[in-house]
């Protein structure tokens, strides 16, 4: 800051200082404790030459005021001596009139919370500012993975709404602000799923309301009949002790949950009192401007929900939440009943403002077209299990068995009851989009051999070989071959420096040749039951 900028504030916050310049007592008036003070803390300024700088560690203090002078004191004596000072030690206490931002050292990444803002020019200039001194510090919003998948950093853009004092909240103010938020994104898992880091699912950073435990919705329904409607007033520690049992992960933890709400007003702390609600499924996209639409997306839910309470009966999606919603095709279509919601409402949010995150999250593996037919592959998802607890050379371990993957396959132009697609010679089960000739499937195979996994006697399924099959002549007439790794053997060394090198090594592992020619007669592939929208190839059909 400035000279002068925090001796300004101290003077404006109290007039600690000029306390100190009165008279002392004469000696008539002072009078000596009977007993002194037991356990009183004592903290000290601690000034350090190090480096050729002279350092200023700044003591623990309780009130603002008294940080504030005593910075005043240190910068009225660094400005009389001519010699600067670096101040480093203890932050100011927590008080509402601060502003600031932190920068933390992560595990492959850069931490950064940025200030809140107050308005919607002031969020994009923040968030545009952010990514822009990103980028001048060589640092990125984005990584690229050995294959060319492009995802996020991992370290998360999570979203924190709250207002300037806990009274201030919405979700304080209006607790059934909250349950339509997390009654919407239970409707919607295209929500959870299209903004959402690599890893997912009941073990994830921000796993759903209804993953992981059967009952979870049962009681989360008891608990919502608990909140008081939007025209009644409410305790502000209500929503916490309703809710803080149910946003929880499998193991209990209230942090890693898709709403955590640790900090919007828990009894047990101060620093849980914050009136603060931290939207987790949301990973870091690679532009600004990604990242914007991300909260203008959330703030409309916010302010139709405010107007009209979502209160709608909650839906038990069971191995479909897992199944179907994997795949790009419905997780579009789901963004689209949303976007035509917010119309509705009178909000113009259109769709196409989330074609990126659709490329990115889904990316293009490549197109074959077979006569009239258009065979499409794209990356789709796959939750990741949390294997069981190993020794390794640091202590004991639990691995994420990432060998599994899945990717979707769109037929466009298709003649139904003539063609069948069938990989590895498996029958996939095609199911109909309601456009004609439009049919999507997902197939889920396992990548790669590490050591620790599930079922480590299934080998890996790579390639994948794709044959269009017509049943009138029995024959295979086209087809194509996906590579989960370079199809001449190599092995990349390094990652991808930039977007273009990435989706190079994309595109080399897509072959729009490679099927098996001849006469073909695919087996009848039996659906499986809990997941009929994919064919699992590690899955014998009984």
Excluded at 38 to 56: F, K, N, Q, S, W
Excluded at 69 to 88: C, K, N, Q, S, Y
Excluded at 517 to 535: D, I, K, Q, V
Aim: include cysteine; aromatic fraction near 10%.
């Amino acid at each position: 800051p400035p000279m002068g900028a925090y001796r300004q504030a101290a003077r404006a916050a109290a007039p600690v200082a000029e306390a100190s310049k009165a008279p002392p007592p004469t000696p008539e008036k002072v009078r000596a404790p009977a007993k002194p003070p037991r356990e009183i803390p004592h903290t000290a300024l601690c000034v350090e030459p190090r480096d050729g700088h002279l350092y200023v560690f700044m003591p623990p203090a309780s009130h603002l005021e008294h940080y504030l002078d005593l910075v005043a004191r240190v910068e009225d004596t660094a400005a009389a001596l001519g010699h600067p000072v670096m101040i480093e030690g203890y932050p100011p206490p927590a008080d509402p009139r601060l502003q600031s931002f932190m920068v933390t050292p992560d595990p492959g990444v850069i931490e950064v919370n940025i200030h809140p803002a107050t308005s919607w020019r002031e969020l994009v200039a923040n968030t545009v500012t952010l990514y822009e001194e990103a980028r001048l510090a060589r640092l990125g919003t984005e990584k690229f993975m050995l294959d060319g998948r492009h995802t996020g950093t991992g370290g998360g853009n999570h979203v924190t709404l709250g207002g300037v004092t806990p009274a201030d909240s919405p979700m304080l103010r209006r607790p059934d602000l909250l349950r339509s938020l997390i009654t919407f994104w239970q409707h919607h898992p295209g929500l959870s799923y299209l903004f959402a880091g690599m890893f997912i699912g009941p073990t994830s950073q921000a796993p759903r309301v209804d993953e992981g435990r059967d009952e979870q919705l049962y009681e989360l329904e008891i608990a919502f009949d608990q909140i008081p409607p939007a025209e009644a007033q409410a305790p502000h520690w209500l929503v916490d002790r309703l809710m803080r049992h149910l946003l929880v992960d499998i193991t209990g933890n209230t942090h890693r949950a898709e709403f955590c709400i640790d900090k919007l007003y828990s009894p047990d702390s101060l620093a849980g009192r914050q009136g603060l609600v931290e939207f987790r499924a949301f990973d870091m996209p690679p532009h600004a401007r990604m990242s914007v639409v991300q909260m203008l997306l959330l703030r409309t839910l916010i302010a139709i929900f405010w107007k009209q309470p979502y209160r709608q009966p909650l839906v038990r999606w069971g191995t479909e939440l897992h199944d179907r919603w994997m795949l790009p095709h419905y997780v579009e279509a789901d963004l689209g009943e949303v976007a035509a919601m917010m119309q509705t409402a009178g909000f113009p949010f259109a769709v196409e403002w989330l074609a990126p995150f659709f490329e990115f999250r889904f990316p293009h593996y490549g197109t074959v077209q077979i006569q009239d037919i258009a065979i499409e592959l794209r990356m789709a998802i796959e939750p990741w299990h949390v294997l069981g607890e190993e020794l390794s050379s640091i202590g004991t371990s639990r691995f994420v068995d990432s060998s599994l993957e899945r990717l979707q396959v769109r037929l466009i132009g298709l003649t139904d009851g003539r063609y069948v697609l069938a990989c590895n010679g498996r029958r996939i089960p095609l199911r109909a989009t309601g456009t004609q000739g439009e049919y999507v499937a997902g197939v889920r195979y396992r990548a790669w051999q590490p050591p620790s996994a599930l079922h480590p006697t299934i080998g890996v399924h790579a390639p994948l070989v794709f044959d269009l099959i017509d049943t009138w002549t029995g024959r295979s007439v086209g087809g194509c071959t996906y590579h989960v790794s370079h199809p001449g053997g190599r092995s990349y060394d390094t990652f991808p420096v930039n977007a273009n090198e990435a989706e190079g090594r994309r595109i080399t592992r897509f072959w729009s040749h490679g099927h098996s020619p001849g006469p073909r007669e695919p087996g009848r592939e039996a659906r499986n039951p809990e997941y009929p929208c994919t064919l699992d190839l590690r899955y014998l059909a009984r």
